[in-house]
C-alpha cells in the first residue's frame, strides 16, 4: 500500500507523456487533483523554468479554441474578440481585398479571416482571406512590388508588354476512363 492510497490510479505526465500510476508524482497544490502534474522522474531532470513553461503550454492547449482566439488576438494584435467582431461586421464578414468569405478549411473547420498589419508600426489594415493574406505577404508587403504585380498582370505579362510572343501548343491529352481501362485490360486476352 501506498502513502498516496490506491495504486490502480494512474495520471499522464504532461512532459514525458506516459501514464504512470500515482506513487510516481508528489503531492502538490497546483494540481487539480492534489498531485502534481510532473512524474518524479521529469521533476527532477526539469529546471523550475522548464517546468513553468510546459506547464503554460499544456494549460494553453488544454483550453477550448474561444480561449486560444482571445488569447492569440490579444497577444499578437493587441485586440479584443469584440473589436474583431466589430471589424469583421464592418467589413460584412468578407475580405477587404477580395470581397470573399474565407474558405479555406482547417481541422473540419472555415478558418477566420486574418488579421492583415503592418510589420513595421503594428498597425492593423483589415481582415483577409487566407488566399490574400498570403498573397501580400509573398510580395513582402511592400506597395511598389504590389503595384508592380498589377501592372504586370493587367499589361498581360512579360510576353506582351515586350512583343515577344511565345505561342504555347500545349493540348493537355484526354484522360482515359479508368473503368475502361480497366475492363480493357481484363478482356485483353
Same mark, same amino acid.
Given at each position: 500500500? /501506498? =502513502?498516496? *492510497?490506491d495504486? !490502480?490510479?494512474?495520471?499522464?505526465?504532461?512532459?514525458?507523456?506516459e501514464?504512470?500510476? =500515482?506513487? @510516481?508524482?508528489?503531492r502538490?497544490?497546483?494540481?487539480?487533483?492534489g498531485? /502534481?502534474?510532473f512524474?518524479?522522474?521529469?521533476? +527532477? #531532470? #526539469?529546471?523550475? &523554468?522548464?517546468?513553468?513553461?510546459?506547464?503554460? +503550454?499544456?494549460?494553453?492547449?488544454?483550453? *477550448?479554441?474561444?480561449y486560444?482566439?482571445?488569447?492569440? #488576438?490579444? +497577444?499578437?494584435?493587441?485586440?479584443?474578440?469584440?473589436q474583431?467582431?466589430?471589424?469583421?461586421?464592418a467589413q $460584412?464578414?468578407?475580405?477587404?481585398i477580395? $470581397?470573399? !468569405? %474565407?474558405?479555406?478549411?482547417?481541422?473540419g473547420?472555415?478558418?477566420? =479571416?486574418?488579421?492583415?498589419?503592418?510589420?513595421?508600426t503594428g498597425?492593423?489594415? *483589415? #481582415?483577409?482571406?487566407?488566399g490574400c493574406?498570403?498573397?501580400? $505577404?509573398?510580395?513582402?508587403?511592400d506597395? /511598389?512590388?504590389?503595384? +508592380?504585380?498589377e @501592372?504586370?498582370? &493587367?499589361?498581360?505579362?512579360?510576353t %506582351? &508588354?515586350?512583343?515577344?510572343l511565345? %505561342?504555347?501548343?500545349?493540348?493537355p491529352?484526354?484522360?482515359?476512363?479508368?473503368?475502361q481501362?480497366?475492363?480493357?485490360?481484363l478482356?485483353?486476352e
Amino acid at each position: 500500500m /501506498s =502513502l498516496f *492510497g490506491d495504486e !490502480q490510479k494512474q495520471r499522464v505526465c504532461v512532459n514525458c507523456r506516459e501514464e504512470k500510476p =500515482l506513487s @510516481e508524482f508528489r503531492r502538490c497544490n497546483n494540481g487539480h487533483d492534489g498531485m /502534481s502534474y510532473f512524474c518524479n522522474l521529469c521533476r +527532477r #531532470l #526539469l529546471t523550475e &523554468s522548464e517546468r513553468t513553461r510546459i506547464m503554460q +503550454r499544456h494549460r494553453y492547449h488544454s483550453r *477550448g479554441d474561444d480561449y486560444k482566439r482571445s488569447f492569440d #488576438l490579444k +497577444r499578437n494584435y493587441n485586440i479584443s474578440t469584440e473589436q474583431y467582431a466589430k471589424l469583421l461586421e464592418a467589413q $460584412g464578414g468578407k475580405c477587404a481585398i477580395c $470581397g470573399c !468569405q %474565407e474558405t479555406k478549411v482547417m481541422r473540419g473547420k472555415v478558418m477566420y =479571416l486574418a488579421v492583415d498589419h503592418c510589420h513595421k508600426t503594428g498597425k492593423i489594415r *483589415g #481582415l483577409l482571406c487566407n488566399g490574400c493574406n498570403t498573397g501580400i $505577404g509573398a510580395l513582402k508587403d511592400d506597395p /511598389s512590388v504590389l503595384r +508592380r504585380a498589377e @501592372e504586370y498582370v &493587367s499589361s498581360g505579362g512579360f510576353t %506582351e &508588354s515586350t512583343g515577344l510572343l511565345i %505561342e504555347r501548343n500545349h493540348k493537355p491529352k484526354p484522360r482515359p476512363n479508368p473503368v475502361q481501362v480497366l475492363t480493357r485490360n481484363l478482356f485483353a486476352e
